[in-house]
């Protein structure tokens, strides 16, 4: 079908930058079929290589610094919405929803509002101007969804799509090698993200199960706090810190891994994980997941059915969540089956065609 809407979107997260949330942006676009988008976005390292294999168009805007990106990036998005006026916006994140209000307030072009969680309670009157503006609110999870519903996002606004994630090709299968190895995978800039909980959890788990190790995928500022924390408790023998790795290698040490974990919590001001792609990532790998009864987990994960849910701020039953697994190969075994099936629910075309069927009815109504 040729796509005949045009939505102009707008975000300040897209790769060739790594997170969840750039991943969302990114997916939707490329496998949107009757929208026609044009990204709206921040300059970045290698972006220009990026955007040139890219089918859509990319807009980057120049930041002067890292304080000023969002203001940059509502002003480009101005310019380019005046310029090219859209038949509709999709506000990929609330920092960017100025631009989105403006172009409504000046064209009366609808938006459509994501929203994913931390934002909200780190701009908590962005967040309520935003919602309040929009023709529509998506929401990644239930947490999320409350969210919205506090900053004053009506009912029938707010649509529930959860991320998704691509299924890997038939060539990959079962690659786990039968070795007791936990893996996590995130940015090591955030402490909501719970890996000292689970560098702390790792001497338990070794101390039941003595070839346990643990292999976390990814860089950040506090990289180095977590490596001296292995050190102190005595687990960097068996706990190492790959860097970050390009997404074949990371699938394939996902793939190989007896468990996942990635115990995400509250953070004291609120917030935390909105939903956690990471999780399906290894669902649809056939690998359960350890994480937090809180937040945005509690629907990438469902407790005793795809993975195990557990206080995350508890280093020791984060510990026996992983024991548990580790030492029931036929609870794990069934775990990880029922996270691929239900993985295979959130593949990122029906993901996309979700959000896309929001967008033509938005349009439609205007």
């Not at 993975?307 to 990880?336: I, K, Y």
């Amino acid at each position: 079908m040729t796509a005949s809407l045009y939505a102009l979107v707008l975000t300040p997260d897209f790769p060739p930058e790594f997170g969840g949330i750039q991943l969302l942006m990114y997916q939707l676009v490329s496998h949107f079929a009757r929208v026609n988008p044009a990204v709206v976005t921040v300059k970045s390292s290698g972006a220009a290589a990026f955007d040139r294999e890219q089918p859509f168009r990319i807009v980057r805007v120049p930041s002067p610094s890292r304080r000023g990106r969002i203001a940059a990036l509502n002003a480009g998005a101005l310019v380019e919405g005046l310029l090219r006026p859209p038949d509709v916006v999709l506000c990929g994140h609330i920092a960017a929803s100025p631009a989105a209000w403006s172009l409504r307030q000046a064209l009366r072009i609808p938006y459509v509002q994501y929203l994913h969680g931390r934002e909200a309670v780190t701009r908590p009157r962005l967040t309520a101007g935003g919602l309040r503006s929009a023709a529509a609110v998506i929401v990644v999870s239930r947490y999320t969804e409350r969210l919205a519903r506090h900053y004053g996002a009506h009912d029938w606004k707010i649509h529930r799509i959860p991320p998704g994630v691509d299924l890997p090709e038939a060539s990959e299968g079962e690659q786990h090698d039968g070795s007791p190895t936990v893996v996590s995978v995130a940015r090591l800039d955030q402490r909501y993200k719970g890996m000292d909980v689970l560098i702390r959890a790792m001497p338990l788990v070794h101390a039941k199960v003595p070839q346990a190790r643990l292999r976390v995928v990814g860089d950040g500022p506090r990289r180095g706090a977590y490596e001296r924390l292995a050190e102190a408790v005595g687990a960097s023998a068996y706990v190492s810190f790959l860097g970050p790795l390009s997404d074949q290698e990371r699938n394939a040490v996902v793939a190989d891994a007896a468990v996942f974990a990635m115990p995400s919590r509250l953070p004291a001001d609120g917030g935390g994980e909105g939903f956690g792609i990471v999780y399906l990532e290894a669902a649809v790998r056939n690998v359960p997941s350890v994480a937090g009864a809180v937040a945005g987990a509690r629907d990438a994960v469902v407790d005793g059915e795809t993975g195990l849910l557990v206080d995350p701020t508890d280093h020791v039953a984060v510990a026996d969540a992983l024991a548990q697994l580790l030492t029931d190969p036929s609870q794990r075994r069934a775990l990880g089956r029922a996270a691929a099936e239900r993985a295979r629910e959130h593949a990122w075309p029906i993901v996309a065609g979700r959000v896309e069927e929001l967008l033509v009815k938005v349009a439609e109504r205007r």
